[in-house]
């Protein structure tokens, strides 16, 4: 059951540093809304077999016909990730500055600065030096550079930060100018050579949408709770046309793509909604609860996997395929197990990096407890 009290769940990105990224173990002190999980678990194993995908071709110097799958999903996958991403906003962006800048910009600076050198000196350092001859002028200098510019699967989570602290600045702004704006950027399609403009530009309208747009979409979840047949309609409807599009060579279009995510991304809100009144898609769930721990560890995990496999399965497609549920659960077995040993500042913000203290027991909890008041458009509260 999905309770009426919202919380804010750890989307990619979870209050990782009082406990692990994602605490397997730790008491519900908070209800949580249930669906929001399952989205997150069908967009991070989208994510996780696109990355994998990308491990198989770049390997074979091949594509492979998972490519149209993935195809499928690009129009939704990350709208959808920013989109739930906002929806848990509006709680959050009223706490004091000290504690918003600790739980939505060091939590995940912390986060992509950590992983970020991990990759840099173990596995792109090699490449620069062995392969392409770069000077220790220019190796420095790209590597300082990523922490402005983020290059590889950790972009997400260097982004969000920038996204809390854009709408806590704007907040008195009224929304609709935002969202204009927003949207207006995103039509344009720009394209520079940093990438977190290129990123910034195509993604903040559908974080904004959720930050501004939470009731309504609570309002469609507690629909889609009771009218599965519709909900399975306009799934029917969606998919149709989606794959039109995307075979047409059409989604990426201006005003269709921003059309595509808003569509895309409720699809796979209704999804998560049906999903969560069936027993058996529990694993779907606790990916979802998971996701900012598979997110950080897949890259390595999927390289490993798709490396051993390679041997085994002729097929692009199916290596790539059978290696993706391989990787997902590879990752959370590596999160387990770091967390056991000395290196688990990988998944756990050391106290001294914080700079708020961890709420009192007596505190609400993420002021969690709270239902989103909306703004001028519609506010909720956010979080990963």
Avoid at 49 to 62: F, I, K, S, T, Y
Avoid at 107 to 119: A, D, K, V
Avoid at 133 to 142: D, L, N
Avoid at 230 to 247: P, S
Wanted: charged share 15%.
């Amino acid at each position: 059951m999905v309770s009426s009290t919202y919380h804010e769940p750890p989307v990619p990105l979870h209050s990782a540093g009082d406990a692990p990224a994602v605490q397997a173990s730790a008491p519900a002190a908070k209800v949580r809304v249930e669906w929001i999980d399952y989205a997150k678990g069908i967009c991070i194993f989208f994510v996780v077999m696109l990355h994998v995908n990308d491990h198989v071709q770049d390997r074979a110097l091949a594509t492979s016909w998972l490519d149209h799958v993935i195809a499928f999903a690009r129009p939704f996958r990350m709208p959808d990730f920013f989109l739930i991403a906002g929806l848990f906003l509006a709680n959050a962006i009223r706490r004091p500055w000290r504690r918003y800048l600790d739980s939505k910009v060091v939590h995940f600076l912390y986060f992509y600065l950590l992983w970020t050198t991990l990759r840099f000196g173990l596995y792109d350092l090699p490449h620069l030096v062995r392969q392409d001859g770069a000077s220790a002028q220019e190796i420095v200098w790209m590597y300082v550079r990523r922490w402005i510019d983020p290059i590889g699967s950790l972009w997400f989570i260097h982004i969000l930060p920038l996204f809390f602290v854009v709408t806590r600045l704007t907040r008195r702004v009224p929304p609709g100018w935002i969202w204009l704006g927003a949207a207006t950027l995103h039509s344009l399609q720009i394209q520079t050579s940093w990438h977190v403009i290129n990123q910034v530009v195509l993604r903040y309208v559908y974080f904004y949408s959720g930050y501004v747009l939470a009731p309504h979409v609570f309002r469609i979840t507690s629909w889609a709770r009771t009218h599965a047949r519709g909900a399975l309609g306009y799934l029917a409807c969606w998919g149709v046309l989606n794959a039109l599009l995307v075979t047409a060579g059409w989604a990426a279009l201006p005003f269709v793509s921003l059309a595509l995510g808003y569509a895309g991304a409720l699809a796979v809100i209704l999804v998560a909604v049906l999903l969560s009144k069936r027993s058996w898609a529990r694993p779907v769930r606790y990916l979802g609860e998971s996701s900012i721990v598979v997110y950080l560890g897949e890259f390595w995990v999927g390289l490993l996997v798709t490396r051993a496999l390679a041997p085994l399965i002729g097929d692009l497609g199916a290596l790539a395929l059978i290696s993706t549920p391989i990787t997902v659960i590879g990752a959370i077995l590596l999160w387990r197990v770091v967390l056991r040993t000395p290196a688990s500042f990988l998944y756990v913000r050391p106290r001294w990096l914080r700079l708020a203290a961890a709420p009192r027991p007596q505190d609400p909890p993420s002021a969690a407890a709270e239902a989103p008041a909306a703004p001028a458009l519609g506010e909720q509260a956010a979080r990963p």
